[in-house]
């Protein structure tokens, strides 16, 4: 099962990376619990977490997802990821404009799964590495 979920979450993974969205249905049940990692304001489930990778991909386009550590135990995969890109777009949701400063930060996630599909996620980036990275700090220049 370890390894089977393992692939599952490696292809989630991969779609986001590729802003291959309507190829992520397959992989998350239709209760699928975001609810420890999903942005207030946006709907639950995959439904939110795709309105909250857009907004991600509107202020870093060019944004690339390398995967470090992906471990599988039972029905969880851990999974440590390298993120980068510039800040082309501006990130409103910290009132900081488009000024090409380059992100370079972890993100960690654990995936749970039933049967083959995602029932619940819990996600972790370095928000405060990010804002330091694209100027968003008072008294930052």
Known sequence: ?????????RSIEDAWDAGKLDELDQYFAEDFDNSQSGVQGLPKGLAGSKMAHQGT???FPDRK????????????VFVRNRVTGANQGGFPLFQ??????PVDFESWAVY??????VVEHWGMNDALLLLMQIGGLPGQP
């Open 112 to 117: 749970r799964l039933k049967d083959g599909k």
């Open 96 to 101: 900081v404009p488009a000024n090409g400063k």
């Open 57 to 59: 991909m509107q202020s």
């Open 65 to 76: 997802v390398e995967i470090l550590d992906l471990i599988a135990e039972g029905d969880r």
């Open 1 to 9: 099962m370890s390894q089977e979920n393992a692939a599952v979450v």
